[in-house]
């Protein structure tokens, strides 16, 4: 008896899964078109095609429009469009030393002249 049991489970496990009948295989709705979206895509979309939204030319995510960067920023993590490190300005270019305060007679009383530069 057991033997019989163990044989019968041992065929049944070699056996293939029935196909769908037709009538299953008509009851399967179609999902439609792909649309592009929050829903289908982490990166950005640009034509209705899912990109990584890494590219300075394809910036985004979370499933928003591809935005190309300007010129002078990049495209970073997450998908947004930052500038370039500047040069800092003009070098060697030097710095007015009452960074554009007249210094008036009146004014002048009022500031103090302390390791080389006026504080008012």
């Known amino acids: 008896m057991r033997l019989a049991?163990?044989?019968?489970?041992?065929?049944?496990?070699?056996?293939?899964?029935a196909l769908p009948s037709d009538a299953e295989v008509a009851t399967v709705v179609d999902a439609g078109?792909?649309?592009?979206?929050p829903?289908?895509?982490t990166g950005?979309?640009?034509n209705n095609v899912c990109l990584g939204g890494n590219q300075d030319t394809a910036c985004g995510y979370d499933g928003r429009t591809c935005k190309a960067c300007g010129e002078g920023?990049?495209?970073?993590s997450p998908g947004a469009c930052y500038a370039l490190p500047g040069d800092g300005g003009a070098p060697n270019k030097p710095l007015p030393p009452d960074a554009g305060i007249y210094l008036s007679p009146q004014n002048l009383r009022k500031c103090q002249f302390f390791f080389g530069t006026w504080i008012c």
Do not use: D, N, Q
Not at 5 to 17: Q, R
Not at 33 to 37: L, T
Not at 73 to 76: I, L, Q, V
């Open 5 to 17: 049991l163990g044989l019968g489970l041992l065929l049944t496990a070699c056996v293939e899964p």
């Open 33 to 37: 078109p792909y649309v592009c979206s």
């Open 39 to 41: 829903r289908t895509c």
């Open 44 to 46: 950005c979309c640009l």
């Open 73 to 76: 920023t990049r495209c970073e």
